[in-house]
């Protein structure tokens, strides 16, 4: 008898609605200030594992970027051992990104070789043999069929990349990339290029075409810099990014890792990019590729190495960049072919969420998007949608599939 009155008390403790917290929405990345961050409490000293320093501590505290780190800040977060490392840099992540939102890139060389610059590590400089010939610029039509198929296949953001030192009296391909910038952009995609160094003027006439963001690596740090390249300045790099920054254009700037430097150049190259006047919206996380005839990947076959770097050292920049710039998109760029699933999946629960899929990138191997899908699927992890000035939202492939259908009927 005792069982059956106590019975409909707990049907009625069964059915009590539970408190839910709001849903929390993505920082904005354009301006640099985290919308979410005033509606999380910070993490407090007490809540941090016994042992952190207090650099970390203060990361962990903060509700916006900031961008006045020294180098022994950076220095004293990239040190910190590894797991400890990244336990903080996921829940900075989490504060300020959806953690299972992952964005799906695609980038076409629509310019192949001939490139006067030395960059030591590059199969598309005219100074090395490796057996890459040169191509004229591909045409806008082609460009824009090969965006299609990248959106179909579930990529949110284009990125196009021409091997050129500058854009000095390239009027005519200047005005090819607007149209296929315009394209992209007609089919509700970010859309990004990389077209070597830009003037103010140049900036201006790709902001006006509606170009999303404009890539131009740092590639290290400002140390190491010339052991590997001799034809740009690294002053030249950062004039450029401040003619993108100053158009109202989001700046993609990042690194490579094995250009044989050292942990300190890992410090350096995050010291500079995040006490840029705003940090970067996008930083993708190189690691490379050597290929045979350039220097670099003549000088490590000769030291056999198989990998160029330590996957550790890739987390822990991975790590440190999202603690340091905790709204930036933190993108896992070339060298991914050489991980395994399980370090992919490190590296996002440390912060990267953005990766490039499709064919090819650029002259190397790339995952492709069934492979990625795959993955995703396996892992609980979503694409993020294209977005415009921050708005940054999650998706399924099955939405992007029909979005693509709907894209194509509108336009056909």
């Known amino acids: 008898m005792a069982s059956k009155s106590i019975l409909p008390r707990l049907i009625a403790l069964s059915v009590r609605p539970l408190s839910r917290k709001p849903q929390r929405l993505f920082s904005t990345v354009v301006d640099d200030r985290s919308s979410i961050a005033a509606s999380i409490p910070p993490q407090t000293a007490s809540q941090t594992p016994a042992g952190a320093d207090n650099v970390l501590q203060s990361a962990l505290r903060a509700t916006s970027p900031r961008n006045d780190w020294?180098?022994?800040?950076?220095?004293?977060?990239?040190?910190?051992?590894?797991?400890?490392?990244?336990?903080?840099?996921?829940?900075?992540?989490?504060?300020?990104?959806?953690?299972?939102?992952?964005?799906?890139?695609?980038?076409?060389?629509?310019?192949?070789?001939?490139?006067?610059?030395?960059?030591?590590?590059?199969?598309?400089?005219?100074?090395?043999?490796?057996?890459?010939?040169?191509?004229?610029?591909?045409?806008?039509?082609?460009?824009?069929?090969?965006?299609?198929?990248?959106?179909?296949?579930?990529?949110?953001?284009?990125?196009?990349?021409?091997?050129?030192?500058?854009?000095?009296?390239?009027?005519?391909?200047?005005?090819?990339?607007?149209?296929?910038?315009?394209?992209?952009?007609?089919?509700?995609?970010?859309?990004?290029?990389?077209?070597?160094?830009?003037?103010?003027?140049?900036?201006?006439?790709?902001?006006?075409?509606?170009?999303?963001?404009?890539?131009?690596?740092?590639?290290?740090?400002?140390?190491?810099?010339?052991?590997?390249?001799?034809?740009?300045?690294?002053?030249?790099?950062?004039?450029?990014?401040?003619?993108?920054?100053?158009a109202g254009i989001n700046v993609c700037s990042g690194?490579?890792?094995?250009?044989?430097?050292?942990?300190?150049?890992?410090?350096?190259?995050?010291?500079?990019?995040?006490?840029?006047?705003?940090?970067?919206?996008?930083?993708?996380?190189?690691?490379?590729?050597?290929?045979?005839?350039?220097?670099?990947g003549d000088r490590l076959a000769k030291e056999g190495k198989e990998r160029p770097i330590p996957f550790t050292s890739i987390l822990r920049t991975i790590a440190t960049a999202r603690v340091v710039m905790p709204a930036t998109i933190i993108r896992i760029a070339a060298g991914r072919k050489t991980m395994s699933e399980a370090e992919q999946v490190l590296c996002f629960q440390a912060g990267a969420n953005a990766i490039f899929t499709g064919e090819k990138m650029l002259t190397t191997e790339c995952n492709g998007w069934d492979e990625d899908k795959a993955m995703f699927e396996r892992y609980g992890l979503v694409p993020m949608k294209s977005f415009e000035r921050g708005h940054l939202r999650e998706t399924n492939f099955p939405e992007l599939i029909e979005e693509s259908k709907q894209t194509a009927e509108a336009t056909a």
């Open 70 to 246: 020294t180098k022994d800040e950076i220095r004293e977060i990239y040190d910190t051992p590894l797991m400890d490392l990244t336990y903080q840099s996921a829940t900075i992540h989490r504060r300020f990104h959806r953690p299972s939102a992952v964005q799906m890139c695609t980038l076409m060389n629509i310019k192949t070789g001939g490139c006067s610059e030395d960059c030591s590590y590059c199969a598309q400089s005219s100074r090395y043999d490796t057996g890459l010939k040169a191509t004229k610029m591909s045409t806008v039509d082609s460009v824009l069929e090969a965006a299609k198929i990248a959106k179909n296949n579930g990529s949110t953001r284009f990125c196009m990349g021409a091997a050129w030192r500058d854009m000095r009296g390239r009027k005519t391909s200047l005005k090819n990339v607007k149209a296929m910038v315009e394209g992209v952009r007609a089919m509700d995609m970010e859309v990004c290029v990389t077209l070597g160094m830009i003037d103010d003027h140049q900036a201006r006439e790709l902001k006006d075409a509606g170009l999303t963001a404009y890539n131009h690596n740092l590639d290290t740090s400002r140390e190491h810099y010339p052991s590997i390249i001799t034809t740009r300045t690294y002053d030249e790099r950062l004039q450029t990014l401040s003619h993108v920054r100053d």
């Open 255 to 296: 690194g490579i890792l094995g250009l044989g430097e050292k942990p300190e150049d890992h410090i350096g190259l995050l010291h500079t990019v995040s006490n840029l006047p705003s940090h970067p919206e996008s930083f993708p996380v190189n690691a490379l590729v050597p290929i045979k005839g350039t220097p670099l």
